[in-house]
């Protein structure tokens, strides 16, 4: 009689032909799974992805059906995949923690307008998207060791026109910020705005003070914010950089109205004190030189204005009107 033999069980493909017919084929062990779950982990805390969304792209790469459980044998690719997701991801999160630091000091003075030039001289870009991490960062280094020039942002023409809706409703969101960040009422801010500019109760702001007035809402803002301002701090918030001539006043002004050198910690009253005077010399000087308006300025005749329409009434009585006449070329001759 003859005995059926035993088919030999299926192995799966590439499996050397000594191996038990499971080997390869087992699920993933509970230390494996651990590794690679570890490793999705810190990719979800680094990206916007979702656990499943990893797991599942994780499986594409390796051409496993999504319905389809990981194997041990599948183990050794997978770490590698999640390994080269995760390095993606802790280069992507490094860029966007330097750009945001980046971005937080191009709010401050002409900043923007500094980076702006030396990325298009330097790596011919003009976004800072377009620049690699390293360049990304060599351009913060820069920026924070003040070692970018800083241009002097351009100053519109003074005018006297009123400020228009626009103008008035951004100042007036800047000091609704401030009073939120100060616990000062709003009216208060308002109060101390149009005494700094000299303008009383019910006029109207002119648009020339509006530039001046954004500087120093937006760096009370900021300063309110910092738990230890200084001289030198304040030089980095103002939206209008500080000439070197106004550093040197502003520090000779703290000095003797404070006792305070660029190092010293300020309290809240001795910052606002120092911007109400920058901002009045500021004032001061743009008002100086401002132009003369044509409506001002007086003819060198002027003075002789009245005596000349005299004359002219005198006109329509002779012998009146010539010793007028002689009078005022004698009153001339003294005079030239």
Request: no cysteine; net charge positive.
């Amino acid at each position: 009689m003859m005995h059926s033999i035993p088919a030999a069980g299926a192995r799966p493909p590439g499996e050397p032909p000594g191996a038990p017919p499971s080997a390869g084929a087992q699920p993933l062990t509970p230390q494996q799974r651990t590794v690679l779950e570890r490793l999705i982990t810190r990719i979800v805390a680094l990206s916007q992805a979702q656990r499943a969304e990893v797991w599942a792209g994780m499986k594409h790469d390796l051409g496993i059906k999504n319905d389809q459980p990981l194997l041990s044998r599948h183990f050794p690719a997978a770490e590698q995949n999640l390994n080269q997701r995760l390095n993606g991801a802790q280069e992507r999160h490094a860029v966007r923690q330097t750009l945001q630091q980046l971005t937080e000091l191009l709010q401050h003075g002409n900043n923007r307008q500094a980076v702006s030039d030396y990325i298009r001289s330097q790596f011919g870009q003009t976004v800072l998207s377009q620049l690699t991490h390293e360049q990304i960062k060599s351009v913060l280094t820069l920026l924070q060791n003040n070692q970018l020039e800083i241009p002097q942002p351009q100053q519109r023409p003074a005018t006297d026109r009123p400020m228009q809706p626009a103008e008035h409703n951004a100042l007036n969101q800047l000091v609704g910020k401030l009073a939120a960040a100060t616990g000062e009422s709003s009216k208060l801010i308002w109060q101390s705005m149009l005494e700094l500019t000299g303008v009383k109760g019910g006029e109207t702001l002119p648009a020339r003070h509006y530039t001046l007035l954004t500087t120093w809402l937006t760096a009370r803002l900021t300063l309110a914010q910092q738990p230890a301002p200084t001289l030198q701090t304040i030089q980095t918030v103002l939206k209008q950089p500080l000439e070197s001539s106004e550093w040197r006043e502003i520090t000779e002004y703290a000095e003797q109205r404070h006792q305070a050198t660029p190092q010293t910690v300020l309290t809240a009253p001795q910052v606002q004190d120092i911007l109400n005077h920058l901002f009045l010399r500021r004032l001061e000087r743009a008002t100086s030189s401002a132009p003369v308006q044509p409506e001002h300025v007086q003819p060198i005749w002027a003075p002789f204005v009245p005596v000349i329409e005299q004359l002219k009434t005198l006109s329509n009585r002779p012998a009146l009107g010539l010793v007028a006449l002689l009078l005022f070329i004698a009153l001339m001759w003294i005079l030239f």
